[in-house]
């Protein structure tokens, strides 16, 4: 696991305290690091949650391809009964899926757009160019 994921990981999970877990993976879905709030009992297990991500990397090459037409992708959303769970696509200049962060929140999150784009994506901008780099190395 590389320090900077862990890292970001560790940081995301401070910015709120209604976000319950993150995780980095690369484009195939393959977890590189992920952080959980303190005492959370997980929904998914360990087998659960590296099956999300792969689904979750193809689910963002669908997305990502009409980027050039709509306009990049902040993230991705899907509200279920029981946790909010937010999916964002780092892409490279060539609009190449490189990295995908996923988040959950608690389900009575109501402001979780709010959370989303003024704690969680400006870190995820200020970092985009560290995940493109760590990502090739």
């Not at 792969?54 to 029981?82: E, F, M, N, P, V």
Request: proline fraction near 3%; glycine fraction near 2%; hydrophobic fraction near 40%.
């Amino acid at each position: 696991m590389k320090k900077f994921f862990r890292e970001f990981c560790d940081k995301v999970i401070s910015l709120h305290p209604s976000i319950r877990f993150i995780g980095i993976a690369d484009q195939h879905g393959l977890i590189l690091a992920t952080s959980e709030r303190k005492n959370l009992r997980p929904l998914l297990n360990n087998e659960e949650t590296r099956q999300y991500a792969i689904t979750a990397a193809t689910r963002q090459y669908t997305r990502i391809r009409w980027q050039t037409i709509l306009g990049k992708i902040d993230y991705t959303c899907s509200h279920y009964d029981k946790l909010l769970r937010a999916t964002f696509p780092i892409t490279d200049k060539n609009n190449r899926l490189v990295n995908i962060i996923i988040i959950t929140m608690d389900v009575e999150t109501d402001n979780f757009h709010q959370i989303i784009m003024k704690k969680i994506m400006p870190l995820v901008r200020k970092n985009a160019k560290r995940f493109l780099l760590e990502s090739t190395v």
